[in-house]
């Protein structure tokens, strides 16, 4: 039987479905064979020669593919139309001709199908072709790009700033506009500005509401009105005058629907709609495409196929109606830049299917789908028709106007099924309705009232807007989205809070060292050029090793000359670059550098390994020290008051806020110190709460029994705890609420005691009861359930533990998605199984190689983005 190979074991399952028993399909979990983390990988003195190496978990997977095709030599790669899926395609066909799996002369199919449906995988197979090698060496080319920035700027950013991670090609650039703009925030410096608004009255009496316009005869400006004084003048004197209708005038308009679904515009929708994180979004999207309800979902396409046109109006037609249809098929063109490798838009399979017909159990794939599904119906819907209203009210003596705007809309069209989010939420006057207003008619007065407005500063990006922002760029590619803002926060460089993205002082410091040292690199222009390059290598019409080669000669120029700094000269330089937000000015006009606290040292930027900081050059004498976000940043350091001649400080740490009783001494290294609980809020604390905290443990009691019993905070939260006279050790019981370690009373103290002596399995090492029970495994059989545990929510089936990735919820896990995890799983734990025999044989003076091998992940860095 031929043998199909496709990158996912639910891919698999769907296509040897249609395929049917003529067929073995079997899948290669992804990429088999990548750059070993180590030097010279990427030989950049014999053009650019690339070693590959098979991964450790990938090897039973290539056996696999290899014992089947002895049965029958006929290879069939069916991985994913893109340049990724190209490149594993590729490297199949390479590993299996080294081990002689199939002969240098046997040909090998090559089938790509952009859905998983039975007709377009049976068209598929009908077309073979051979693998693309553009696309191949397009991999090739962004591959060796991401090793060679990676592997060596990342040791030059380990050796010049201790705490730095490392640096990829794409991450860097993306992780500067995200501190780019935090500096636009910091640096905002905002305008007083004032709004007058009356509500009218009609002659029948329905009020409405128009704002201010004219004053004094001229048109106004958005500053004209700067401060309270004005804004009571133009009250006065739209008060004391009659207003009356001068103008109406009403316009029709018309709103079109958005294009169908790319990868690009995809996350961005999922992330304002639903919050859902780039990431999230294509591990849904990628669930929804191998069970064959979507066609492939990284794309820059947006054109759709006839055949799904003319489906998608079949379909409104029935829903909604023939007026719902416009007259010609509406058609979608690219305007992204850089736009290549353009498969179709992302879209049901099935458009006559929506998500209660496809009955899905996992809740974020129907919600995905019912996304694409709508907005892949309302592109081809009629546009919705409204009528835009402008009324002009003014005062005989045209010193004062008004104006009043409103819409209605005539016909809903796309928009009865969909409508697109918007990044930020906009006040919008035109949307509301305005009652019947007459030409002439008198507008009598029922109130006048002035806002006072501020500018804003530009807002913080979100993921969705950072993806927008990085395809205007032309940064990047869909593939490589979701991973490199995924890298940046699992970095620490960058972190989430709200569904905004903030970057961490370790991130502005390499983002600031970057940008004085290797400017060019994390450009702009840049790096969209440089895609620009890549995507004429796809296209063939650009020599790959020409491109990594003039890149290198530069590059590798750089990183020579940086290597010679030393730490103190690097600290120098980024001291002076981001002198305007370390030291700001001060109200009080004195110095911004001089230390706050003792008056004398000078301030300067340092580093650790939990990233920059600002401290006293008097250190050790002074130990004062600041976040770089500046003088009250969040975790700035302050003095609660004193205690006992103590002061009590309110500090930031690496592992959050606390408070700590005086400074270190050469006597008092350590002085006594306490970590704010859960739900305790750095700005909401005071001397009181502080001493409280340092106060712990609380002594509840004596226990009836003999010993004092205690509460206090503890690594895994609130406890309890008390140890009798003949017991070895002490007796710990969790509290659910943190209040309770200032407040549990000695009855209910002694009763969690003794439930915990009662129930000493209760905890870790008792029998949990399932968060969900999903059933038996299709397969082998055993239940399958949804477990609580210490680091979160986790599938179990017999013996096998597998993690639930943070992007799902325990309650929404289906069985499908147990068993694929459990499979992965325990694929990894069966090398672990195996380690003690290779621990048995490393004791023979012969087998040394496993050492060498532990060794080599202390090198590794960045590889791709």
């Known amino acids: 039987m031929p043998v199909v190979v496709v990158e996912s074991p639910a ?40 070693t590959w190496e098979i991964g450790v978990d990938s090897r039973k997977h290539v056996k696999a593919i290899a014992d089947a095709l002895k049965n029958d030599p006929n290879l069939i790669l069916a991985t994913d ?61 962004r591959r ?37 703009r935090e500096m636009e925030i910091e640096a905002f410096n905002p305008q007083e500005y004032w709004t007058v608004k009356a509500v009218l009255s009609t002659a029948r ?23 309270p004084t004005q804004a009571e003048l133009a009250v006065q004197a739209i008060e004391s005058r009659e207003l009356s209708i001068t103008s109406v005038e009403a316009k029709p308009a018309a709103r079109n629907p958005s294009a169908p679904f790319m990868t690009s515009t995809l996350q961005q929708e999922a992330s304002r709609k639903f919050g859902m994180g780039a990431r999230a979004c294509m591990s849904t999207a990628q669930r929804l495409y191998e069970a064959g309800h979507i066609t492939y979902m990284r ?92 009324v002009e009210i003014g005062s005989k003596d045209e010193q004062v106007g008004l104006r009043a705007t409103g819409q209605v809309v005539l016909f809903d069209g796309f928009m009865a099924v969909y409508e697109e989010g918007r990044d930020d939420a906009v006040v919008d006057d035109d949307d509301k309705r305005l009652p019947q207003i007459s030409q002439g008619e008198a507008a009598p007065k029922k109130s006048v009232t002035p806002e006072q407005h501020h500018t804003q500063p530009p807002p913080r990006y979100t993921e969705a807007t950072l993806v927008k922002r990085m395809e ?75 491109v990594l080669e003039r890149f290198w000669r530069d590059f590798s120029a750089a990183i020579a000359e940086t290597s010679e700094l030393r730490i103190s000269e690097v600290l120098d330089v980024l001291d002076e670059a981001l002198a305007p937000q370390l030291y700001p000015a001060r109200e009080d006009g004195s110095d911004p550098r001089i230390c706050p606290k003792c008056g004398q040292g000078q301030l300067h930027l340092k580093t650790s390994r939990t990233g920059g900081f600002v401290g006293c050059g008097n250190y050790p004498e002074c130990t004062y020290t600041r976040p770089i976000a500046g003088e009250g940043a969040d975790g700035d350091e302050r003095v609660l008051g004193e205690d006992a001649g103590d002061e009590i400080w309110l500090k930031s740490g690496r592992f959050g806020p606390y408070v700590q009783r005086g400074e270190p001494t050469p006597e008092n290294k350590k002085p006594p110190r306490a970590s704010l609980p859960k739900g305790w809020q750095k700005d909401d604390m005071d001397l009181e709460k502080a001493l409280t905290l340092l106060s712990l443990p609380r002594q509840i009691g004596e226990h009836p029994e003999g010993g004092m019993i205690s509460s206090n905070f503890g690594r895994f939260g609130p406890y309890v705890m008390h140890q009798l006279p003949d017991d070895a050790k002490p007796t ?50 055993g239940a399958i359930n949804v477990m609580e545990g210490r680091y979160g929510p986790y599938v179990k089936w017999e013996k096998v533990n597998a993690t639930i990735p943070k992007d799902v919820e325990a309650a929404d896990v289906t069985i499908e998605q147990a068993v694929e995890w459990i499979a992965e799983k325990a694929a990894k734990g069966g090398k672990k199984k195996a380690a003690p025999k290779k621990k048995a044989a490393a004791k023979k003076p012969a087998a040394k190689k496993p050492a060498a091998k ?12």
């Open 144 to 180: 060796a790009l991401d090793y060679l920035v990676g592997f060596n700027l990342s040791p030059v950013l380990w050796r010049k700033l201790p705490g730095a991670r490392s640096a990829g090609r794409v991450q860097s650039v993306c992780l500067r506009l995200i501190v780019e």
């Open 11 to 50: 891919k698999a399952k769907t296509i040897n479905k249609y395929l049917g028993s003529d067929y073995t399909v079997l899948a290669s979990y992804g990429h088999v064979r990548d750059l070993p983390p180590k030097d010279g990988s990427v030989d950049t003195e014999n053009d650019f020669d690339m």
């Open 299 to 390: 794309t820059d396409g947006i054109d759709m196929a006839p055949e799904a046109v003319t489906e998608a109006r079949t379909a409104i037609a029935a829903r909604f109606g023939d007026k719902y249809v416009p007259k010609e098929p509406r058609i979608y063109k690219n305007k992204a830049k850089n736009a290549q490798e353009a498969h179709e838009c992302i879209r049901p399979t099935n458009l006559e299917a929506d998500a209660a017909a496809l009955k899905l159990r996992d809740a974020d794939q129907a919600k995905l789908y019912d996304l694409i599904w709508k907005r892949t119906l309302a592109c081809q819907m009629e546009s919705a028709r409204m009528e835009r209203t402008t």
């Open 205 to 227: 009496g329905q009020d409405y509401e128009a704002r201010l316009t004219v004053l004094a005869g001229k048109k106004l400006e958005k500053f004209d009105i700067s401060n």
């Open 854 to 865: 532990k060794a080599a992940p202390k090198k590794t860095a960045l590889k791709k983005d």
């Open 81 to 141: 139309p893109d340049r990724e899926g190209e490149a594993i395609s590729w490297h199949l066909e390479e590993a299996l001709r080294k081990r002689k799996a199939i002969k240098k002369d046997t040909p090998v199919s090559r089938v790509v199908f952009n859905a998983i449906t039975k007709a377009a995988v049976t068209e598929a197979m009908k077309n073979p072709r051979e693998i693309d090698a553009p696309l191949v060496e397009a991999y090739l080319a």
């Open 472 to 546: 205007e760029l032309g940064i990047g590619r869909p593939s490589t989205y979701a991973s490199v803002i995924t890298t940046i926060q699992d970095r620490e460089y960058v972190r989430k809070e709200q569904n905004r993205l903030f970057p961490e002082d370790k991130g502005r410091i390499v983002t600031i060292f970057l940008l004085n040292f290797f400017r060019k690199y994390v450009g702009y222009e840049f790096t969209s050029s440089l895609e620009d390059e890549l995507d004429d290598v796809s296209a063939g019409n650009r020599d790959y090793k020409k």
């Open 732 to 781: 710990y019981a969790n509290l659910k609420d943190p209040n309770d370690v200032f407040e549990l009373g000695m009855n209910r103290a002694v009763e969690l005691l003794a439930e915990k002596r009662a129930n000493p399995g209760r905890g870790r090492s008792a029998a949990a009861k399932p968060l969900k029970e999903l059933g038996e495994h299709p397969e082998s059989g």
